[in-house]
């Protein structure tokens, strides 16, 4: 018998602060934190925050889930993102563009203070963020290999898919996107998941997590083995078919520090290009003095710390299809997960 879907309740947004902190990121930016506590999903993070395992979607972006389900290791939040007015630019903020996607960027590499987010979690020399900020590098992964990522994602997504905008494809846990819920694929098509998935496409995911690891641990000066893998990394497509339920609204302004405990370190590899396969679809940090944006580019990642110095939304798709892979990592050996592999072999 085919397990039964689920339904899922309804992630938070998550808030926090931007860099309009005080010295070493100890005071937090009254007038964006009060921006955002009027916003009544606010109630509904609060709740959520009390719960074991809160928790990016994009990854990121995001593209990500509020919440994670021990059972089954199916998602019980939507793709959390942002709310973005007509040309992507907030009222009360200024666009600025970090990473254009005609650039070709070696490595690009924003300083930011520290938010107080890592002090209310337990702390790992050498690995929980002093130095805070955000990256953009085309030299990680190419083209080519973000082609043949992207082709993994597309398979695995044919498999089912959301009624609204936003899918998500987890090879780790198994949750898929299917119609207004998700499925565990291992269990949903059994067997049959060795004939969409190879040996060769996982050592291939493996190998580029592996790289943007040791990317991330060089820019922000720690040792790559002090890093886990951490749940949950995804797959996501996005395009601008209207959402059908709330797991569908990807574009709500979140802090995956705040959304997802076990985050000290979140990246984003895009396997599509803004303008090119899709509109829409950018990543805004959300500064205190203006919106710093990255625009997707096949091959490109974005990393960052995960703390309320990075917060930030993904605009909405207005024509296309993106696909991108959020992949986050923990200073916690306790938060830590393995690479996915085939079921049933080694």
């Known amino acids: 018998m085919a397990p039964q879907r689920r339904a899922l309740p309804r992630g938070p947004d998550s808030a926090g602060p931007g860099p309009g902190q005080g010295r070493g990121g100890r005071r937090h930016s009254s007038a964006r934190k009060g921006r955002l506590q009027q916003d009544p999903r606010g109630k509904w993070l609060k709740a959520a925050i009390l719960l074991l395992f809160l928790s990016a979607a994009a990854g990121g972006g995001l593209v990500v889930w509020s919440r994670l389900r021990t059972q089954d290791g199916i998602p019980e939040g939507g793709i959390p993102g942002d709310e973005v007015p ?7 903020g200024v666009t600025e563009v970090l990473a254009h996607r005609s650039d ?30 955000r990256g953009v590098t085309d030299a990680v992964i190419t083209r080519e290999e973000a082609e043949r990522i992207r082709r993994i994602a597309e398979r695995g997504l044919s498999l089912g898919g959301s009624d609204g905008g936003a899918s998500i494809l987890d090879l780790h846990s198994g949750a898929l996107s299917l119609g207004k819920h998700f499925v565990n ?9 060795q004939d969409i998935f190879t040996e060769e496409d996982f050592a291939l995911y ?3 997590r592996q790289r ?5 641990a060089q820019v922000f000066g720690i040792s790559s083995s002090a890093m886990y893998l951490t749940k949950p990394t995804f797959f996501s497509r996005m395009n601008s078919t209207g959402a059908k ?5 990807y574009w709500h302004p979140h802090v995956d520090k705040v959304t997802y405990g076990s985050f000290d370190y979140t990246s984003l590899l ?10 829409g679809g950018r990543f805004v940090f959300m500064d205190a003095d203006s919106n710093k944006t990255v625009e997707p580019r096949a091959g490109r990642v974005s990393f960052f710390t995960s ?16 696909f991108a892979i959020t992949i986050s990592f923990s200073c916690d050996p306790q938060h830590g997960i393995g690479d996915p592999g085939v079921p049933g072999h080694p």
Do not use: M
């Open 86 to 92: 007509e040309g992507g630019i907030l009222a009360d």
């Open 245 to 249: 339920t709330t797991h569908d609204e």
């Open 206 to 208: 493996r190998d580029v």
């Open 307 to 322: 703390g309320s110095e990075n917060l930030h939304r993904v605009e909405r798709v207005s024509w296309g299809t993106r």
């Open 104 to 133: 070709t960027l070696q490595d690009k590499f924003v300083e930011v203070p520290c938010s107080e987010d890592y002090e209310s979690h337990k702390r790992f020399a050498g690995c929980t963020p002093r130095k805070c900020g």
């Open 270 to 279: 895009y396997l599509s290009d803004y303008s090119k396969d899709f509109g």
């Open 185 to 193: 694929l291992y269990r949903y098509f059994g067997d049959k998941i």
């Open 212 to 216: 943007i690891q040791q990317r991330i």
